[in-house]
């Protein structure tokens, strides 16, 4: 592949290999040692409400956005297309930005088969558009819940005799409603605080122009940046507060060979999303052992430095010397200067590998994922969120990805994109049907119109 020819957000590239093909098989076993973290049990979450790390949800609700505009690394004959653009293409199928009528009934709700957590299924094959999504008992669970939020619109929507119409209207609805939790609870949560501001309640326009289209997923957030998520996933969890409820990491994960999922599998969501959730692992540079050796798949710290490598990306230094010389008010409105430069920490389990690293550390070649898990440690919010220079490329990346779903003359609104979501037509839409404002937090969208709630 001509890496010079990809999608990319900073316009440099690595002419040199930062890593060695040993150096990265050595890394693979180093970064993905035994974990000494313990996993929180459900009564200890319950005990600890005040934690500020990032729950759980936000793991696999990341997984599922990349999903939905990050191609599979390798790509498969079977996959479909996918788009830049947020659309939840990955939920309703079809050409690029357009709906597979066929995935709904008569009244124009999905179909499915009686079991409400569970998508359909055909010979224990999901029926969806994108099969990634099947590959993990939560995410499977997380694209049923939007197939449910856009059912429930439905039950809103005036009757209409044609069909197609409505599912249009009620996929408007419900993908407005997701960048709103996205926006107001998701990001708020993996970014830098005054990233965050200045990108989205400010709206400043820096690298990308506020009102561009993105035409692909620039290779700094699909083989780096977004990439974090690895890092914070735990090696167990508490589906529910039930007997036997609690999964490990390589249960989790589903494979190809996925069928239907069983009923001691269901999610109860208070466990992932909201103040009480279990807890993700911090960011940073230690990942959980069954990471390394993932069905089909293998390790991902190999997988994602290879990437890297694959790609040409330049190291994290690189990218931080590049916002500081080029968009130099960038640099100054997130306080760039003011964050230290990387060096080694000393935590126990990643001493070793820190002791590997030294000397790209010292000259500045870390690897551009490697720098933004450490970034995280070392920045103002130590490891509860990403760190500048990670911020800033997702930041780019995914306000993007939500503008292009909409005319570019919104973008230009200059009010907070919370604020121009909840002014959008399907938003008013939303009010008008049900009588309340739009929900900005996951649980609510998952309990909306329930009876209690």
């Known amino acids: 592949m001509d890496y010079k020819n990809v999608s990319r957000l900073f316009p440099i590239c690595s002419k040199k290999p930062l890593l060695t093909k040993g150096q990265i098989t050595e890394l693979t076993q180093l970064l993905t040692g035994q974990n000494s ?38 790509i ?36 499915h088969e009686g079991r409400d957590f569970d998508v359909k299924r055909s010979e224990g094959k999901a029926a969806i558009p994108d099969l990634r999504n099947d590959e993990n008992v939560i995410i499977v669970q ?42 107001e609870e998701y990001l708020p ?10 990108y989205f309640t400010e709206m400043k326009e820096y690298i990308r122009d506020i009102d561009m289209p993105l035409e692909s997923i620039p290779v700094e957030f699909s083989h780096a940046a977004f990439r974090f998520g690895h890092s914070i996933v735990l090696n167990a969890y508490a589906l529910s507060s039930g007997q036997g409820a609690t999964l490990l990491l390589k249960e989790l994960l589903r494979g190809k060979d996925t069928g239907a999922l069983e009923e001691r599998l269901q999610i109860d969501w208070r466990n992932f999303f909201g103040s009480c959730s279990q807890k993700a692992n911090e960011i940073d540079m230690l990942i959980e052992f069954d990471m390394g050796d993932i069905p089909d798949e293998g390790s991902v710290v190999f997988r994602n430095l ?18 500081q010389e080029h968009p130099s008010e960038l640099s100054n409105d997130i306080h760039l200067t003011n964050q230290n430069y990387l060096d ?110």
């Open 37 to 74: 973290k313990e996993f929180l049990s459900v009564s200890e979450n319950h005990s600890s409400c005040s934690n500020p790390k990032i729950p759980v949800g936000f793991t696999y609700l990341g997984q599922l956005i990349a999903h939905d505009i990050v191609p599979r690394t390798r």
């Open 189 to 198: 949560k993996i970014l830098d605080r005054i990233v965050y501001k200045k």
């Open 76 to 111: 498969r004959t079977s996959d479909r297309k996918v788009s830049p653009e947020l659309n939840l293409d990955s939920i309703y199928g079809g050409v690029i930005g357009q709906t597979n009528y066929s995935l709904f009934n008569k009244r124009g709700c999905f179909e």
């Open 142 to 183: 997380l694209h049923r819940q939007i197939q449910k939020l856009h059912d429930k619109v439905v039950q809103r929507l005036p009757k209409n005799s044609q069909i197609e119409k409505t599912i249009d209207r009620a996929r408007a609805i419900t993908t407005t409603l997701f960048h709103l939790v996205v926006v």
């Open 344 to 453: 080694t920490g000393s935590e126990a389990d990643l001493v070793l590998a820190y002791q590997y690293l030294q000397e790209h550390f010292e000259r500045g070649t870390l690897p551009l994922w490697l720098y933004i898990l450490r970034e995280s440690v070392q920045s103002t919010n130590p490891s509860y969120a990403l760190g500048k220079v990670g911020s800033v490329i997702v930041a780019e990346v995914i306000r993007s990805s939500i503008l292009s779903c909409y005319p570019p003359a919104v973008a230009r609104s200059q009010q907070p994109l919370i604020e121009i979501l909840k002014r959008l037509p399907q938003s008013l839409e939303f009010v008008k049907l049900s009588g309340i404002e739009p929900p900005t937090q996951m649980l609510d969208l998952f309990n909306l119109f329930e009876k209690g709630e």
């Open 306 to 323: 290879t990437a890297g490598e694959n790609m040409h990306l330049p190291s994290g230094y690189r990218v931080r010397e590049f916002i």
